[in-house]
């Protein structure tokens, strides 16, 4: 049974056809230290991140599981069925982030980027306003907000010009999408 319902949900991740499915990642800044953890839905492209000055597991666990109780509670069963991470040592405390939020995480194959495709692709629209070497302690919440917004509200040919906020609300309506 459980090997049936993990191909089915590879299957829902893999066309796009149901919403619910996250990539996440980490944009490391100068020196190693500080970052951005993104999380970007494949269905709508959408992008939610937020800025971390020290990405050790418990500190990045903790942000998800701040991230995902941010998700509306009328949506939350419909958005947040399973987030797909690198092998980093960052989520070495994954099952805390599971038990707290009901979110299954599953891992890439070693050195397989492709396949968090799309979160790999977002964080390179996001180098666009913090490039390599930026040191996140002196980026502010606002600028990652502003980016964040921007990219979210930039139509996207694989989304039929709509950008993934519209996609987004689209899904959810777009009260539940504002407050993401």
């Known amino acids: 049974i459980l090997v049936g319902i993990v191909a089915t949900l590879f299957a829902e991740a893999a066309d796009r056809a149901v919403p619910g499915h996250w990539e996440g990642d980490l944009v490391v800044g100068s020196g190693g230290r ?11 492209r959408f992008l939610v991140a937020r800025r971390l000055l020290s990405h050790e597991s418990r500190t990045v666990v903790d942000l998800l599981v701040e991230m995902v109780a941010s998700v509306p509670d009328g949506v939350r069963d419909a958005l947040l069925s399973t987030l797909t991470w690198d092998q980093g040592v960052e989520m070495a ?10 979110f299954r995480v ?9 396949q968090r495709g799309t979160n790999e692709n977002t964080n390179g629209l996001l180098r666009q306003y913090f490039p390599k070497g930026t040191d996140f302690s002196s980026v502010t919440d606002a600028e990652v ?21 519209e996609a987004m609300a689209g899904l959810l309506g ?3 999408a504002g407050a993401i």
Do not use: I, Q
Request: aromatic residues 10%.
């Open 106 to 114: 599953y891992f890439c194959d070693p050195h397989s980027p492709w």
């Open 145 to 165: 907000e502003a980016a964040r917004d921007e990219l979210n509200g930039r139509p996207r040919k694989t989304l039929g010009w709509m950008s993934p906020a």
């Open 93 to 102: 405390e994954h099952a805390r982030f599971t038990e707290a939020t009901g």
């Open 174 to 176: 777009s009260d539940a």
């Open 34 to 44: 500080s970052c951005l953890v993104t999380l970007v839905e494949r269905r709508t």
